[in-house]
């Protein structure tokens, strides 16, 4: 029977060895252990001997075999020598297989330790099944190494080690632990406190695993996949400083303890899909180069999710927080669809699209940008490699359609992209800080034989994207996006008219104007429920005035109407020669009382050059008495006398006008 030896090595082992196949480059020999009673270890025993040692065994007997070096036949031999004939499983005492090295295919399948078992520092050179493997008290594996069989590439399951079923009654170590090939741990059961400490997975697979203690991953290397479907924590879970370089699947993982994800690295996607966190969660300075996945997740208690890097997307649509959140992020991208906050929640995001369709929350949620890169507790300032190439660390809203934003607080976002169609309690939505919405299209267009030109003001998203479908639409509006819907001026003056009263609440009353222009600018598109004639008076108070809010625009009108007055006044209103005065009476014949009767002559209409200096002085005399309401008293015509009443009509409304949309920019 040929028996592999272990990697040479200078140093002899603390216990008596074998010394077998001792040479100048392997001066140490076998490191076997000597079996009781003889000089060589199990494996260079002769045949004899070894029969007489393995037919002492019973059931249940301690065994010690450090350093020895195991065959296939070899392993299988003991263990038979160990089987208990009533349920046919090998029964091993304390089972010391410390430094030993498995060639081939290692199966302790079905054994049961009844007492503490050590593997560390073991190698197991091809595939290892310790499949429905009962430890009823310690396991050590510390050290230990699985390296795979080449020999079995075209079986997969057969490239690594297998847990599977596996129940660890007492404390598991898999410290510094390297698995080089596949490791799986599906529905294995870990009584104990669970270390894994330093080690190294390939692909790990712990499905339905159930942890009842502590599971400590500290410092874990994942260089494949790294499946915890299902798993069950019900003490801490430890993963802080784990890189996982694959992907990291949590899917309806349950933490009943702590979860602490501090300074993790997912270098693939990460889900954690319909996972239950039971106990307070952490993931203080974990960075995701890819997707982020808490669909569905639920949060039963405190929550301090970041501050980390995410160079993609965050999803927490559908996720359940019914304790307090603290949620800092630096991402491209935020998805909150459906998401439920039964408690107070902050957001501090940088770099983010935020899409908040039809979340829920019970409680003040704030949504906050954050200028500057993260500071973590312990003074350094987060990294933020993986968003290189981002344009800028702004936060963007997409969505808050179907939201209740009675609770809701936005500071120093941009909202010019965010859909708010649909939007509950608009009117209470506070904003702070430097919260921007997107303009109208600058510069003047020509539309056909016309030039169309927008005054600067805010607009909302959806306005964009209807303008934009508009047949007669000039560049620059914004085209809706994919799934933003077709929203008209009847669903939008509503929410104009929301947003303002949110602005006066706040006292802003400049930035409601903006929102009041917008309101306005709906109704008189909107022809479904607006009325042609209110339609027109709507049309007449955007021409002369803005709505009341631009000056320019009614003192402009008012000039033209100055204009027009003198105009008039000069060709037809003033008269030829002002009227004078005549008295007229009779002496009697007698003498005696004298009765004059004064009278002045009827204005005659103008003739002749009627455009003079002296005729423009007194038609701007009227117009300027006009536009207060005062009269001139200049004699005028008949014409002369309706063109001033038709002036002192029109021109004080025009300046009231232009007065109301001054005191509207500046009022606080």
Same mark, same amino acid.
């Given at each position: 029977?040929?028996?592999?030896?272990?990697?040479p090595?200078?140093?002899?082992?603390?216990?008596?060895?074998?010394?077998?196949?001792?040479?100048p480059?392997?001066?140490?020999?076998?490191r076997?252990?000597?079996?009781?009673?003889?000089?060589?270890?199990l494996a260079?025993?002769?045949?004899?001997?070894r029969?007489?040692?393995?037919?002492?065994l019973?059931p249940?007997?301690?065994?010690?075999?450090?350093?020895?070096?195991?065959?296939?036949?070899?392993?299988?031999?003991?263990?038979?020598?160990?089987?208990?004939?009533?349920?046919?499983?090998?029964?091993?005492?304390?089972?010391?297989?410390?430094?030993?090295?498995?060639?081939?295919?290692?199966s302790f399948?079905?054994?049961?330790?009844?007492?503490d078992a050590?593997?560390?520092?073991?190698s197991f050179?091809?595939?290892?099944?310790?499949?429905?493997v009962?430890?009823q008290?310690?396991?050590?594996?510390?050290?230990?190494s699985?390296?795979?069989?080449?020999?079995?590439?075209s079986?997969?399951?057969?490239?690594?080690?297998?847990?599977?079923?596996?129940?660890?009654?007492?404390?598991?170590? @898999?410290? *510094?632990v390297? #698995?080089? +090939?596949? =490791?799986?741990?599906?529905? /294995?059961? %870990?009584?104990? &406190? !669970?270390?894994? $400490?330093s080690?190294?997975?390939?692909?790990?697979?712990?499905?339905?695993?159930?942890?009842?203690?502590?599971?400590? @991953?500290? *410092?874990?290397? #994942?260089? +494949?996949? =790294?499946?915890?479907?299902? /798993?069950s %924590?019900?003490? &801490? !879970?430890?993963? $802080?400083?784990?890189?996982?370089k694959?992907?990291?699947?949590?899917?309806?993982?349950?933490?009943?303890?702590?979860?602490?994800?501090?300074s993790?690295?997912?270098?693939?996607?990460?889900?954690f899909?319909?996972?239950?966190f039971?106990?307070?969660?952490y993931?203080?300075?974990?960075?995701?180069?890819?997707?982020?996945?808490?669909e569905?997740?639920v949060?039963?208690r405190?929550v301090?999710l970041?501050?980390?890097v995410c160079?993609?997307?965050?999803r927490?649509?559908?996720?359940?927080f019914?304790?307090?959140?603290?949620?800092?992020?630096?991402?491209r991208s935020?998805?909150?669809?459906?998401?439920?906050?039964a408690?107070?929640?902050?957001?501090?995001?940088?770099?983010?699209?935020?899409?908040?369709a039809?979340?829920?929350?019970?409680?003040?949620?704030?949504?906050?940008?954050?200028?500057d890169?993260f500071?973590?507790?312990?003074?350094?300032?987060?990294?933020e490699?993986?968003?290189?190439?981002?344009?800028d660390?702004?936060?963007?809203?997409?969505?808050?359609?179907g939201?209740?934003?009675?609770?809701?607080?936005?500071?120093?976002?941009?909202?010019?992209?965010?859909l708010?169609?649909g939007?509950?309690h608009?009117?209470?939505?506070r904003l702070e800080?430097?919260?921007?919405?997107?303009?109208?299209?600058p510069?003047?267009?020509?539309?056909?034989?016309r030039p169309?030109?927008?005054?600067?003001r805010?607009?909302?998203?959806?306005?964009?994207?209807?303008?934009?479908?508009?047949?007669?639409?000039?560049?620059?509006w914004?085209?809706?996006?994919?799934?933003?819907?077709?929203?008209?001026?009847?669903?939008?003056?509503?929410?104009?008219?929301?947003?303002?009263?949110?602005?006066e609440?706040g006292?802003?009353?400049p930035?409601a104007?903006?929102f009041?222009y917008?309101?306005?600018?709906?109704?008189?598109h909107?022809?479904?429920?607006?009325?042609r004639a209110?339609?027109?008076?709507?049309?007449g108070?955007?021409?002369?005035?803005?709505?009341?809010?631009?000056?320019?625009?009614?003192?402009?009108?008012l000039?033209?109407?100055?204009?027009?007055?003198?105009?008039?006044l000069?060709g037809?209103?003033?008269?030829?020669?002002?009227?004078?005065?005549e008295?007229?009476?009779t002496?009697p014949?007698?003498?005696?009382?004298?009765?004059?009767?004064i009278?002045?002559?009827?204005?005659?209409?103008?003739?002749g050059?009627?455009?003079?200096?002296?005729r423009f002085?007194?038609?701007?005399?009227?117009?300027?008495?006009?536009?207060?309401?005062?009269?001139?008293?200049?004699?005028?015509?008949?014409?002369?006398?309706?063109?001033?009443?038709a002036?002192?009509?029109?021109e004080p409304v025009?300046?009231?006008l232009?007065?109301?949309a001054?005191?509207?920019?500046?009022?606080r």
């Open positions: 029977m040929a028996h592999p030896n272990p990697e090595s200078p140093t002899p082992p603390a216990w008596p060895h074998c010394g077998h196949g001792t040479t480059e392997n001066p140490v020999g076998c076997g252990i000597h079996v009781p009673g003889h000089t060589a270890c260079h025993l002769s045949d004899a001997n029969d007489a040692y393995l037919a002492s019973t249940g007997a301690d065994i010690d075999h450090r350093g020895t070096p195991f065959t296939q036949p070899l392993l299988d031999t003991l263990l038979d020598a160990l089987r208990d004939p009533t349920t046919g499983r090998p029964l091993l005492g304390d089972a010391n297989f410390e430094s030993a090295s498995f060639q081939g295919y290692a399948r079905s054994v049961t330790f009844q007492g050590y593997f560390e520092s073991a050179q091809g595939y290892a099944s310790f499949r429905s009962t430890f008290g310690y396991a050590y594996f510390e050290s230990a699985f390296q795979g069989d080449a020999n079995f590439m079986v997969p399951f057969q490239r690594g080690v297998s847990f599977l079923s596996a129940t660890f009654q007492g404390n598991a170590q @898999f410290n *510094s390297t #698995f080089q +090939g596949y =490791a799986y741990f599906e529905s /294995a059961s %870990f009584q104990g &406190d !669970a270390g894994f $400490v080690a190294t997975f390939r692909d790990a697979y712990f499905e339905s695993a159930s942890f009842q203690g502590d599971a400590n @991953f500290v *410092s874990v290397t #994942f260089k +494949g996949d =790294a499946e915890f479907e299902s /798993a %924590f019900q003490g &801490d !879970a430890y993963f $802080v400083s784990v890189t996982f694959g992907d990291a699947g949590f899917e309806e993982a349950v933490f009943q303890g702590y979860a602490y994800f501090v993790a690295s997912f270098q693939g996607n990460a889900g899909t319909s996972a239950s039971k106990g307070d969660v993931f203080e300075s974990a960075t995701f180069e890819r997707n982020a996945g808490f569905e997740a949060f039963e405190s301090s970041g501050p980390f160079s993609r997307l965050v927490l649509s559908g996720a359940v019914s304790g307090p959140a603290i949620l800092s992020f630096a991402t935020l998805e909150c669809r459906r998401t439920r906050w408690s107070t929640a902050e957001f501090r995001l940088r770099y983010a699209k935020v899409d908040f039809h979340a829920v929350f019970e409680y003040p949620l704030t949504i906050a940008a954050v200028a890169p500071v973590l507790p312990s003074g350094r300032t987060m990294t490699e993986t968003l290189t190439g981002a344009p660390a702004s936060v963007r809203m997409a969505s808050l359609r939201v209740d934003a009675a609770h809701l607080v936005l500071a120093d976002v941009d909202l010019s992209g965010c708010f169609t939007t509950v608009l009117d209470q939505l800080g430097t919260c921007s919405f997107d303009r109208v299209p510069r003047t267009h020509w539309r056909y034989w169309i030109r927008f005054t600067q805010r607009t909302l998203a959806e306005e964009q994207h209807w303008r934009a479908s508009q047949r007669t639409a000039v560049p620059g914004n085209v809706a996006v994919f799934g933003a819907g077709n929203v008209g001026p009847a669903q939008l003056a509503p929410v104009y008219r929301a947003l303002r009263k949110a602005f609440d006292k802003n009353e930035g104007a903006d009041y917008g309101e306005m600018e709906m109704r008189r909107d022809r479904t429920s607006t009325t209110e339609r027109g008076l709507l049309h108070y955007w021409l002369l005035s803005g709505y009341g809010l631009r000056a320019s625009r009614a003192l402009g009108w000039a033209a109407s100055m204009l027009v007055t003198i105009v008039l000069m037809f209103g003033l008269p030829q020669d002002s009227p004078k005065q008295a007229t009476g002496v014949p007698g003498g005696g009382k004298v009765t004059f009767e009278d002045k002559a009827d204005p005659k209409n103008p003739t050059n009627r455009f003079t200096g002296e002085e007194k038609a701007l005399n009227v117009t300027l008495n006009s536009v207060v309401f005062r009269s001139s008293g200049q004699d005028l015509t008949t014409a002369g006398t309706y063109i001033e009443m002036s002192r009509v029109t025009l300046l009231g232009a007065v109301l001054v005191r509207n920019r500046v009022k």
